[in-house]
């Protein structure tokens, strides 16, 4: 006889408070999955749907995350992901792997507060969370070579949460000429 696959109930609120506040809720009568943006609740769904048989993924959440566009603009900041380069006013910004992991994040969702375990989980890709130092020394050197740089965009901390990408009057997302 065949055993009927776990119930996954799937929460996404990027609030810490609200998800243990689910947690604390739950009944234990499934697989339960809380996360802070659907593309993380995605990844851990498609690491889940490998785990084995007996546990159903729904199709929309097991697909692929939505992919970042081709080419991220903020004021005269631009990403181009495809080629891992980025540039203020047209020079280039000498960033590691991880750095442009997280301003890519920052970049494609101007003055969105990402929190520390969204940009780790972007940036490192599902490997263990054990705090923010990690993504705090990236956000440093970043910020530094943004100064270098003279751009006019900041990353801001908001205490105890996370970081977002602020230009002032400059901050617009321009998406690239093939999506438009």
């Not at 609030?15 to 990844?43: C, H, K, M, W």
Request: charged share 20%; net charge positive.
């Amino acid at each position: 006889m065949r055993a009927e696959p776990a119930p996954v109930v799937v929460c996404i609120t990027n609030s810490p408070d609200e998800r243990a506040r689910i947690a604390g809720q739950f009944e234990g009568t499934g697989i339960l999955v809380l996360a802070p943006d659907a593309g993380a609740a995605g990844t851990f769904l498609r690491r889940l749907a490998g785990a084995g048989p007996g546990v159903a993924v729904p199709a929309h959440l097991a697909a692929s995350p939505p992919t970042v566009d081709d080419v991220v603009r903020v004021g005269a900041l631009t990403l181009d992901v495809p080629r891992h380069e980025a540039t203020w006013r047209g020079a280039g910004l000498p960033l590691t792997p991880y750095e442009f992991k997280v301003l890519s994040c920052l970049a494609g969702r101007p003055g969105q507060v990402w929190t520390y375990e969204q940009l780790h989980e972007r940036a490192w890709g599902g490997t263990y969370f054990a705090g923010p130092a990690a993504v705090q020394s990236v956000i440093k050197r970043l910020r530094g070579k943004l100064r270098a740089a003279g751009a006019s965009v900041t990353i801001r901390a908001t205490r105890g949460i996370g970081f977002r990408l602020d230009g002032g009057p400059e901050l617009a997302l321009v998406r690239s000429a093939a999506q438009r």
